[in-house]
Every structure is written in C-alpha cells, then in structure tokens.
C-alpha cells in the first residue's frame, strides 16, 4: 500500500471531495441519477458547481431515467456531458439477436465502457458514488485508485461515499431534499438500461435487479489499481 492509499483510508468524505478537487486538472464526477450519484453530486457542487457531470446515454435508458435526469440538469444547473455511443441502438437491433440478450458484456462494453473511457481522457480526477455494502463485487474498493484509462493516459478514481452505508445514504437523502428517481417507488433498487434491469421490491439498493443474475457489474469499474 502507497503512501497516499494509507493516507486517502484515513480521509473523511469531504476531505476526499477537496483532494481530488484540488488536484491540477479537469475533475468529472459520473452519475446513472441513483441516490448514492445524486448525494455525491449534491455535495460536490457545493464546492464546484460548475463541475462536469457525465452520464451514459445507452439508448436503452428507461424514459424514466432520461426525465429525470433533464429535470435534474436544469433545477440543479448541471454542467451536464451527455456521452453517446457512437453506433446507435437502433443500428444494433437491425441484426435478428439482440446484443443485450446474446452477449451482454459486450452490449455493456460498446454503450458504456468504451464510451467513457474515450471520455475520460479529457479529464484527470473522477468522482465516483461506489460503496463497498452494494456488492461483493465492491467491497475491496479503495477510497483513491489509479484509474488505467488507456496505455497511454492515468487518472485518479475517487471514491468518496466507499464506506457509507444505504441508511447514510437515505439519511443525507431526506435532510437536505434530494429528488429521487421515480422507478425507486415501482420497486426498483439499483436501476440501469430498461432490457437489463428488473424490480427486486427491496429496501436496499442491492444490484441482484441487474441484468436479470447474470452479473453485477458493467466493466466501468474494474480496470483499476490502487493508488
């Protein structure tokens, strides 16, 4: 473990926001508008409002998603970054199988990984709203880690909700207002593209609701090293 790994474990969540504010730089924070995002997002601004926010237009995004995120844009004056893949869905779907169906790791790769990782270049800190409790697939996630985005371009990925838990989460949610999506009352608890996401009517935002059991994770968040 580096020094600045020993050092970042330590951290608070603000003192996280203020080092990867501070570092020299364009910083990003990514957001799908779940709550974790939102209250990440919400005290981010407090510092930067003019901060970049990225969001991941799949073409399969629920018309939910998408109203909620132009509300959000404009009651909260978002500096919003709306990335697209460059082939559009409806190209994909002109083939008999369905990508999202047949292969959904590479459907996921196409529409998000390789999207922001093109994006990411301009940029050298993103925020993330990772936390350890969502899965498995997260609890070793480091509070700072070196973020691998191409051979030739390292960014740092700061994770400064890591060790909240989903009660935090709601607790920051109610006292300061922050709007909610709307699928969270149909039960969802971790919502992504419409094919790919289904209701779980829990109380947590667990991700077993993703992509029907087959997995948990889009590859956004895994070419990682520690810092």
Known sequence: MTMLARA?????????????????????????????????????????????VLFLDTGYHFQET??????????????????????????????????????????????????????LVDYSVWFTALRREQSLSRRDTAKVERYEQS????????????DWTFQDIMTYTHEHGIPEHPLYGEGYSSIGCAPCTVPTFGADDSRDGRWKGRKVECGLHVRVTAE
């Open 8 to 52: 970042a474990a330590r951290w608070s969540t603000e003192n996280l926001i203020s080092w990867g504010l501070d570092r020299n730089g364009v910083a990003a924070i990514s957001i799908s508008t779940q709550r974790g995002g939102l209250v990440l997002l919400h005290k981010i601004l407090q510092i930067a409002p003019d901060v970049a």
């Open 66 to 119: 998408l109203d909620f995120r132009d509300e959000l844009a404009a009651k909260w004056d978002l500096n919003l970054v709306n990335l697209e893949p460059r082939l559009s869905h409806l190209t994909l779907e002109m083939v008999p199988a369905k990508v999202y169906e047949t292969d959904p790791d590479a459907c996921c790769g196409s529409r998000k990984v390789d999207v922001l990782r093109e994006a």
């Open 151 to 162: 051979e030739t371009h390292t960014l740092y990925k700061v994770n400064p909700l890591v």
